[in-house]
């Protein structure tokens, strides 16, 4: 018998419990793990809190062997439309010390963490309009509701996008289009995005759970070791897009805020930038009318 046994791999009852408030989580027997994002119940508000949690959601989804598929999505009808009211006030107080402890670090693991821990497939469910979307797009199948709009808000709230949105968008749209989209806060609706190559699928937003089991049925029906190792062999692109823009991105975009001396999540700031979006314009500049991709 070998000198030292093997440390204890977490407990899907146990984690499921500690990232209630955070993540509603429920397991099949075979593994396939489906992961709500939420805040109260509802639709994600963006906080540092929430942003630290899901890297270590992530991880520990990762070092659990008996989750074989993840798919990740969020609760109710939006994604992410706003921040919580007071969730930043660190970054009001402390900036230098949030702009390294909790966008620098915790950002750049949550990316990584998606595209390097995880040993299992992924499916990202766009449930409705959002911005930081990446953590979606760059799972290795996405499909979007129908109802669902992308965007990029950085640029019109005064921040570089540089924090992992720039990687899923110059990887999937390309170099004009991501330059676009990033510059002015492009609103992309879901089939747009289905024609631009962002998401796999769009389905009606009553069906997106039910077609992300039906794929993940799909996936199950190869072997254990069959399913990982192809895997990494689709996620390639991705590994080599963070290997050489997630770090020096962040490390840009957070130069940016602390050289500018102001904070940039406030709840109010970023719900009156976003209203474009729920407005059904195309961006915040050009006089009302049709997102893209309506006719």
Known sequence: MSLQQFLPTPKFADYSEFFKDFFTMTRRDDGVLLVRAHTAGGPVQLS????????QMLKTVAADPGNEILILTGTGDDFMMTSDPDGFEIEQDSLDYWAYEYAYKDGRVNVSAL?????????????????HTEILLMCDITVAAADAVLFD?????????ADGIHNAFQELLGTKRAAYALLTGEAIDARK???????????????????????ADHIMTQ????RRLTTQIVRRPWKRRVTDDLDGGFGIQMFGHVASRHSVHGGEHIRS????VREGRRNNFDAPGPAAGAQ
């Open 223 to 226: 072997p254990r070791t069959i």
């Open 153 to 161: 808000l950085h640029y019109d709230i005064g921040s570089v996008p």
């Open 193 to 215: 995005a289905l024609e631009y190559g962002l998401v796999n699928e769009v389905v009606p937003g009553q069906e997106l759970i039910e077609r992300g089991f039906a794929i």
């Open 273 to 276: 930038t976003v209203d474009y």
């Open 48 to 55: 540092v809190q929430n942003h630290r949690a899901l890297g």
């Open 115 to 131: 595209v390097n821990d995880l040993e299992i497939p992924t499916i990202g469910l766009v449930n409705g309009p959002g911005f």
